[in-house]
């Protein structure tokens, strides 16, 4: 089983549509949480740091619910410009590595 | 302010070849971290560096070899190459390892071995 786990899609989506996003995680040793972005043939950029009470970032909201151990990405009014891959980040205690989803491919439509 | 940057972008090479690629940055960052993406797979490291003269493996590190001579540069080669190494490369530094502390990455090297 991978340690962070993401369904990979795509998503397909109209503009203006809000979308929702889940990813779940294994170990309860983690302690940091990210989601980034990646457009096609481009490197991954933070997209927003995900804390215990969650968070908003204009049309994002990030959701954390360490007792069933998933992160979620809600991406409200959703624009063509929101279409890339969202990977899911995790890192444990004690440990500089970030753990990777495969992430999760989103398309929206005109 | 040109942040992280990689040489080559693309690269061809036949089994048994050697290449080093090379990371710069320019953010004075501490920590540097070396990637390879597959298709499927989430992000994988392959090592990283929390200061100039470290090196240390991460979780894929065999076949391949680093060196942080310099602080602002991060070199990963591949001393004989294989086509299980065909495979985009990213380069990445952050300022520290710890907590919520953001990498930025560089636009990565699209390397094929035939």
């Known amino acids: 089983r991978k340690e962070v786990e993401q369904d990979p899609g795509p998503f397909n989506v109209p503009e203006g549509a809000t979308v929702a996003f889940n990813c779940t995680y294994s170990?309860?040793?983690?302690?940091?949480f990210f989601w980034y972005r990646q457009d096609c043939r481009k490197e991954p950029k933070l997209l927003m740091s995900?804390?215990?009470?969650?968070n908003e970032d204009g049309r994002f909201t990030a959701q954390l619910n360490r007792a069933s151990q998933y992160i979620s990405l809600l991406i409200r009014d959703s624009k063509l410009s929101d279409s890339a891959t969202y990977l899911c980040?995790?890192?444990?205690?004690?440990?500089?590595?970030?753990?990777w989803g495969a992430g999760t491919k989103l398309i929206i439509k005109p | 302010n040109a942040g992280v940057t990689q040489t080559p972008k693309f690269r061809v090479l036949k089994t048994g070849q050697s290449m080093t690629l090379l990371c710069a940055q320019d953010?004075?960052?501490?920590?540097m971290y070396w990637y390879r993406q597959d298709p499927g797979m989430g992000l994988r490291l392959i090592h990283y560096?929390?200061?100039?003269?470290?090196?240390a493996k991460g979780e894929v590190p065999d076949g391949y070899n680093v060196s942080r001579l310099k602080k602002q540069n991060f070199l990963l080669g591949l001393e004989s190459a294989a086509p299980s190494q065909t495979s985009v490369y990213f380069c990445?530094?952050?300022?520290?390892?710890?907590?919520?502390?953001?990498?930025?990455f560089g636009p990565g090297t699209r390397l094929t071995v035939l």
């Open positions: 995900v804390y215990s009470s969650g």
């Open positions: 170990n309860s040793a983690s302690q940091s």
């Open positions: 990445a530094s952050s300022y520290e390892g710890y907590g919520t502390d953001t990498q930025y």
């Open positions: 560096s929390v200061g100039e003269g470290t090196t």
């Open positions: 980040v995790v890192k444990n205690r004690g440990n500089y590595q970030l753990i």
């Open positions: 953010m004075n960052h501490e920590y």
